[in-house]
């Protein structure tokens, strides 16, 4: 999957991003999680936003681990619904 832009984001990195002013936007920013479904996207943010309070370096990681996840999951979705698409697509003509 598509990990271009995040592999220079890990637990240490997460750990010094959080005190940065706005730092749940930040860090959801550099998550990409736009590129999950509403339900991951809105989950991965209450997570950072206990990660942002709590510092927890076991957090960090398993922060990464998710949102990496659940970016996959999204994507292979996507991927299956529109082939799904074009089959039905196909049969109809």
């Known amino acids: 999957m598509n990990t271009k832009g995040n592999s220079d984001l890990n637990a240490t990195t997460l750990l010094a991003l959080r005190q940065e002013s706005d730092a749940v936007r930040v860090i959801t920013e ?6 999950m479904g509403p339900a991951d996207h809105i989950r991965t943010k209450h997570e950072v936003k206990a990660f ?3 510092g927890d370096i076991t957090a960090a990681e398993a922060l990464l ?3 990496q996840t659940r970016r996959e ?3 292979s979705q996507s991927i299956a619904e529109k082939m799904t698409q074009q089959r039905a697509q196909r049969m109809t003509d």
Not at 30 to 35: M, T
């Open 30 to 35: 550099r998550l990409k999680v736009k590129e």
């Open 65 to 67: 681990k998710n949102a």
């Open 52 to 54: 942002v309070e709590s």
């Open 73 to 75: 999951l999204n994507q």
